[in-house]
């Protein structure tokens, strides 16, 4: 049985599925699962919804869901509106499925990538200084460094660019890197023709 039962009838069953599913994706990426339920319940819904039809809908604490609704709007997934002549504040998820996924990856780098590379450079630093500490493994922090600045470097470059050109790369998929010599194929090609 999961954390949050979703009232049996209260969605359609599609519906159901995709709040229950998404929770526990989130579960897997270390999202709390109600965070997650939440803002997959807002992602569907056609209008916004109050944390009161929230909490109605999933079966979920007024408190849990105040909580949870905090840390989407942290994560810039959810917004909350008051709309004129309203009691109550309503909240919408971003509806375009490029933008969500920005801002989650933007919040997953400085959350994980960014605070790494902090770490990694106060090693190489201090390992610079330090006797004790071989020419080899100096080495290796560096190469840690450098591909994790790289890799940070790619995904703002990725998070930057229109969504027309982003949703163009992804149906590509391979053909991207086929196309620069990068895969097995041409560059298997490439190396017996310089041979």
Request: some cysteine.
């Amino acid at each position: 049985m999961t954390e949050i039962t979703v009232k049996s009838g209260a969605l359609p069953p599609s519906i159901e599925r995709f709040v229950v599913a998404w929770g526990e994706m989130g579960e897997v990426w270390g999202v709390n699962r109600s965070v997650a339920q939440i803002h997959a319940l807002l992602y569907v819904s056609e209008r916004p919804l109050s944390a009161e039809e929230i909490a109605e809908r999933l079966h979920l604490a007024r408190s849990n869901v105040s909580n949870s609704l905090r840390e989407l709007i942290a994560w810039s997934l959810i917004r909350r509106a008051s709309p004129l002549g309203a009691r109550r504040d309503v909240y919408e998820a971003e509806a375009d499925v490029f933008e969500m996924v920005r801002r989650i990856a933007a919040g997953r780098k400085a959350r994980e990538i960014d605070p790494a590379i902090a770490a990694l450079r106060q090693c190489v630093v201090a390992a610079e200084d330090d006797p004790a500490v071989s020419a080899d493994v100096r080495r290796r922090f560096r190469t840690m460094l450098d591909f994790t600045q790289g890799v940070a470097k790619s995904f703002d470059e990725v998070l930057r660019l229109p969504t027309p050109v982003l949703a163009r790369l992804i149906k590509m998929g391979g053909a991207v890197a086929r196309l620069a010599g990068l895969t097995s194929g041409r560059a298997g090609k490439r190396g017996r023709e310089k041979s």
